[in-house]
């Protein structure tokens, strides 16, 4: 799925500008979708351009004019048969991953830095979900409520492999140290 399909999956909630959009990648989205600006604008703008969204420019003080984007019949079709993909792809794009590759060449130090920055957002996330279940998902969908439930259970995995498995590292650190 990309960020056209996404963003259209948003505006069935109701109208958003393209800031908006971006806020919600962030927060519902951020741990397993990220959009940032540079993608959500042209999304927008080939769904406007294909029919899919109608757009109404809202004039503010001093600013730009606000630009709100509504999902139309067309718009709503075109998600529906995105919908109906059974074989939806699950990347992990980590750059934390690749740089773990590569810990061989890396001083201890660093590779330890790396593991500890990974905790400490693996700990924002958790923050993150801690704060929407006590935001109340009374009003939430099942399918919203399963997609936290797998990211919060992603986020403990990933901590508890981390810290159960970050002396392997450091060992071959040490090693590299030794014969290089």
């Known amino acids: 799925m990309d960020v056209k399909t996404v963003c259209l999956g948003m505006l069935t909630d109701g109208p958003a500008s393209g ?6 990648f962030e927060s519902s989205f951020g741990h397993f ?5 540079g ?3 042209p ?22 004019d606000r630009k709100l984007y509504r999902i139309n019949e067309a718009g709503r079709q075109f998600l529906l048969e995105a919908l109906k993909n059974t074989q939806p792809c699950h990347k992990v794009r980590s ?6 590759c590569f810990a061989h060449l890396m001083e201890g130090e660093d590779i330890q830095a790396v593991l500890d920055h990974r905790l400490s957002e693996i700990s924002r996330y958790r923050e993150l979900f801690r704060n929407i279940e006590q935001e109340g998902m009374c009003d939430w969908t099942e ?10 259970t ?9 810290k159960e498995n970050r002396h392997t590292l450091a060992t071959e650190s040490t090693a590299k140290s030794a014969t290089g």
């Open 19 to 24: 800031y908006d959009l971006k806020k919600e």
């Open 33 to 37: 979708f990220a959009a940032g600006y």
């Open 39 to 41: 993608s959500i604008y």
């Open 43 to 64: 999304a927008l703008s080939w769904l406007a351009d294909n029919g899919l969204v109608s757009c109404e420019e809202i004039a503010q003080d001093g600013k730009p």
């Open 95 to 100: 750059e934390f991953l690749a740089t773990m």
């Open 143 to 152: 399918g919203a409520k399963f997609v936290l439930g797998f990211g919060k």
């Open 154 to 162: 992603v986020a403990a995995a990933m901590e508890t492999y981390i």
